[in-house]
Every structure is written in C-alpha cells, then in structure tokens.
C-alpha cells in the first residue's frame, strides 16, 4: 500500500490517502477515488500529483507528492 498527499478542495486542508498500488508504476493521468478523512466526501485524486479533479487550479498547484 502506498501512501500519497493531496489538498482536499472543500476544506482546504492537507489530506493523506492510501492506493493498493504503486502511484509510479500507474499511467501519468489516471485518477483514483479516494475517501477524504477531512470532508468524508470522495475526491478523484491523481496519486502521481496529488492533483484533484474539479480542484481549484490556483490551490492545487503546490507538488504534495512525497517519495
């Protein structure tokens, strides 16, 4: 299981997330559901950016993935 980050869009906060597989090993542009611990909406994250689909741009900017 690997671990990523991504600011979650309603919240504005930083929000750790988890995939069964390895973010580097996956396509470039795919995004995955993920449960937001902050909001407990769901978000569709990239976990190779930690972008989120629908997220304002000027907010999600910042790289957050950590390797």
């Known amino acids: ?8 869009p ?9 995939t069964a597989e390895d973010p580097y090993e996956s396509e470039a542009d795919e995004y995955q559901p993920v449960r937001c611990i902050a909001c407990m909406r769901v978000h ?8 989120v689909l629908g997220a304002d741009d000027a907010s999600s900017d910042q790289p957050l993935v950590s390797k």
Do not use: H
């Open 1 to 8: 299981m690997s671990a990523f980050v991504y600011r979650c």
């Open 10 to 18: 309603n919240m504005g906060k930083l929000v750790q997330g988890w």
């Open 44 to 51: 569709m994250v990239n976990p190779n950016t930690g972008k």
